[in-house]
């Protein structure tokens, strides 16, 4: 591995990131005993839901996704 490019090393920050995250995950499930599985699963959709969103808005320069109206987003929530 020689020099990488920007992309590519953004690209392997959010791979560690993410092999940490779920690492964490998996060692700490021993621990939530009383954990609400439906709640704490709604809430990291609602998570990941906002991120994208986030992204989205970003990508399009604060008209939502490039090429899709900003008419769709409340159908698009809704699913």
Do not use: F, K
Not at 40 to 49: C, D, K
């Amino acid at each position: 591995m020689n020099h990488l490019n920007r992309q590519e090393r953004t690209g392997a920050g959010l791979a560690a990131g993410s092999v940490l995250l779920v690492g964490g995950s998996v060692a700490a499930s021993s621990l939530l005993g009383g954990y609400p599985v439906l709640g704490g699963q709604a809430i990291r959709y609602l998570a990941a839901g906002l991120l994208l969103a986030a992204w989205a808005r970003q990508a399009g320069n604060g008209r939502g996704l490039p090429g899709w109206p900003s008419s769709d987003w409340p159908g698009a929530a809704c699913c």
